[in-house]
């Protein structure tokens, strides 16, 4: 991408995201297939084997004076195949998001994409990926404490009050308490792309670059949001197989949208390119001038 409108608008990131997926919805089509694979037969590899010792627990369940104790280790190896799963399954797809942020950013840049280095290349800032998506998920938690310690307030209210007018209130209520979690949500937008993309930076930097390119966007982010959540509806509704497509398009348009903002402050502005123009054009034409006097001393 040669030229970069700086109007950051829906018509923009669409138009954009919309040619791209175009051209490449297969390589991340079958990204998002292959990351399924692997997710469903590790995950198996770890459930199966813990599922039969649960099978085995469970002859001893019949024995009554150690009813108990087969009780208690069933819950307790649930607990543990059921967290082994999901720390799996986040891991995986923790590695392929990497591959999937740095692929997107080729494509948005107009470099040839390349899967096979970035599924191999992945490995450089994979962990410190994990590590910001940690606390990103910190942050996020506490950012939506007012919601739910909110929700179960007003739940309680609503169920003691059992009124129509409760009830409306009390979802008012509940959009208004949201607000602290959706802003803090698109202000920190880009914190995962620029952990897969720019590893190089501090958790401070991470957090800071995105706060700040999306300072005095957030109601076109929110609708571009908004916009990429309804295309991804549509897509699942679509027998579930168009939500392959919608999901490239959406992710494109957060490559896109970064992408816009964080050449904001870099390119020069149209006044400034004509400005720097006859200075340019000047020292071409005393450059000419001065090969034209050395040329024929030179022969």
């Known amino acids: 991408m040669s030229h970069i409108n700086r109007d950051l608008n829906l018509d923009t990131v669409w138009n954009l995201s919309w040619e791209q997926s175009k051209k490449h919805a297969w390589s991340f089509i079958l990204l998002y297939i292959c990351i399924g694979l692997i997710v ?16 085995a627990d469970s002859s001893l369940a019949n024995d009554p004076d150690k009813m108990g104790l087969a009780l208690i280790g069933l819950i307790s190896k649930s607990i543990l195949s059921f967290s082994l ?4 399954i986040w891991m995986i797809s923790s590695y392929f998001r990497v591959v999937l942020y740095r692929m997107l950013m080729d494509v948005v840049k ?42 179960i307030l007003i739940t309680m209210w609503t169920i ?4 129509f007018s409760s009830f409306l209130i009390g979802n008012l209520l509940k959009l208004v308490l949201i607000i602290p979690y959706v802003y803090v949500q ?17 958790l401070a930097e991470t957090f800071s670059k995105s706060w700040n390119l999306t300072r ?13 959540v309804l295309i991804n509806i549509i897509g699942f509704c679509c027998c579930c197989i168009g939500i392959l497509f919608t999901i490239v398009i959406a992710q494109f348009m ?13 390119e020069p502005s149209e006044e400034e390119t004509l400005s720097a123009e006859p200075e340019s054009v000047t020292s071409l034409a005393e450059g000419n001038y001065s090969k034209e006097e ?4 030179a022969e």
């Not at 003691?160 to 009124?163: D, I, L, P």
């Not at 698109?186 to 501090?202: D, I, K, W």
């Not at 957060?254 to 870099?266: D, G, K």
């Open 160 to 163: 003691s009050e059992m009124s």
């Open 40 to 55: 469903s037969v590790i995950y198996s590899l770890i459930m199966i084997p813990i599922f039969s010792g649960l099978i």
């Open 254 to 266: 957060l490559a896109n949208v970064y992408y816009i903002l964080s050449h904001e402050e870099e």
């Open 110 to 151: 107009g470099q040839p994409l390349s899967v096979g280095k970035h599924l191999t290349g992945a490995w450089n800032g994979f962990l410190w990926f994990l590590a910001v998506t940690i606390v990103l998920g910190i942050v996020m938690l506490l950012a939506n404490l007012p919601y739910i310690g909110g929700n």
């Open 216 to 228: 005095g966007h957030f109601w076109t982010l929110l609708g571009i949001g908004l916009v990429a």
């Open 186 to 202: 698109v202000r920190l937008l880009f914190v995962p792309l620029l952990a897969a993309y720019e590893p190089e930076l501090t």
């Open 85 to 88: 799963g999901i720390i799996a």
């Open 294 to 297: 050395k040329h024929p001393a």
